[in-house]
């Protein structure tokens, strides 16, 4: 019998700390951050939800679900920082649902983490391929903006922890079906 080196728990998709998603197409109650996470999972429409983890009770926001779709009628955003009206959110994404030929995008956004270094992809073509084809490639950043150096930016799933604005990016998320 071999050995494991090592062993990673299971996770329900990308936990993005302290990101918050705007322009749900639904909300549920929830008593947890993991409850919503299995809402959301047994949805079919629903590819993101978010959750208010630091609210009280005195707070509307409660113990809300809020879920998020990738139909591209549907305006999509998020909310930035680590705390949105004093009260700490999370969100997941749900990758493995992301149809084979689709991205999930987040429009003025840019990933929180370190990228998997360096590329000359200078196109978001060159840097859609350059992520479908790194096994480990979760989401990537595209950049449109003249002064920076490096346009395209590669995310594995360690490499990040949530979302924050950038008015010159797109961040997209990538399905877990065009890895084999």
């Excluded at 909300?27 to 299995?38: Q, Y």
């Excluded at 000359?120 to 989401?139: N, Q, W």
Aim: hydrophobic share 30%.
């Amino acid at each position: 019998m071999g050995k494991v080196d090592l062993c990673k728990p299971l996770k329900p998709g990308l936990i993005l700390r302290e990101t918050t998603i705007a322009y749900k197409y639904k909300s549920m109650a929830a008593k947890s951050f993991s409850e919503c996470i299995d809402l959301c999972e047994e949805e079919t429409k629903c590819f993101a939800s978010t959750f208010c983890v630091g609210c009280t009770p005195r707070v509307a926001r409660y113990h809300q679900c809020y879920m998020l779709t990738n139909d591209k009628r549907e305006k999509k955003g998020i909310q930035i920082g680590p705390i949105v009206n004093r009260e700490r959110w999370d969100t997941v994404i749900f990758n493995f649902k992301i149809s084979l030929f689709s991205t999930l995008e987040f429009a003025k956004t840019a990933v929180v983490g370190r990228s998997r270094g360096p590329n000359d992809y200078d196109t978001l073509d060159k840097c859609t391929e350059g992520c479908i084809g790194d096994a480990y490639c979760v989401a990537f950043t595209f950049c449109t903006c003249s002064t920076r150096r490096t346009k395209c930016k590669i995310y594995t799933e360690d490499g990040m922890s949530g979302l924050k604005e950038d008015n010159e990016s797109t961040t997209y998320f990538v399905p877990l079906s065009r890895k084999s």
